[in-house]
């Protein structure tokens, strides 16, 4: 029977279990993205939604138990920010287990726990026009005058003796 059972135990003791969801779980938030077994996915998975529901929220109690459940400062900022720029139009369903196969070593599920969306990507820079070099009027002739420029410089290279074609 399994009377008082709740959850999974994953053949830890109560400070051990708790301990690796809260480092899956900053995993997770940090990198955007967790290798790990589907048993720990499903585990942590839940947790992890209610988590970014209390984060939109936004009250203090919320925030406490957050807190709380991360005790990590780069994580706790991390989430909020992201709960209300990222997820701030989705109700439910911030993460999604996408499976890989099994493991080599002992079979087991492997799985990515991940969130929904993509992450936001950042605009890059548009790389400038190189600009033309002096004396020279277009990009064209910029290049054949840093070319002869190069070719002026290049020093010729001794060949090295080596120790033993020295006896």
Same mark, same amino acid.
């Given at each position: ?30 990198? /955007? ?27 203090? /109690? ?8 991360? +005790? ?13 720029? $990222?997820?701030? /139009?989705?109700?439910? /369903? ?8 099994? $493991?080599?070593?002992?079979? +087991? ?10 992450? *936001? ?5 548009? *790389?400038?026009? *190189? ?37």
């Amino acid at each position: 029977m399994k009377h008082g059972y709740f959850g999974r135990k994953l053949g830890r003791n109560k400070d051990e279990r708790r301990r690796l969801f809260m480092i899956l779980t900053r995993s997770l938030i940090g990198a /955007g993205r967790v290798r790990t077994t589907l048993a720990k996915a499903k585990a942590i998975q839940a947790s992890v939604d209610k988590l970014i529901t209390k984060a939109k929220s936004g009250r203090s /109690g919320s925030l406490n138990k957050i807190s709380g459940e991360l +005790s990590d400062v780069t994580a706790y900022k991390k989430l909020l920010e992201m709960a209300k720029s $990222r997820f701030g /139009g989705r109700t439910s /369903g911030y993460t999604r287990i996408v499976k890989l196969g099994t $493991r080599l070593g002992d079979a +087991s599920e492997m799985v990515f726990l991940e969130f929904v969306d993509a992450a *936001p990507v950042m605009e890059k820079a548009v *790389p400038k026009a *190189p600009k033309a070099a002096k004396g020279a009027k277009t990009v064209q002739e910029a290049e054949v005058v840093t070319e002869a420029e190069a070719a002026k410089t290049e020093k010729k290279v001794k060949p090295v003796k080596s120790p033993k074609s020295a006896k």
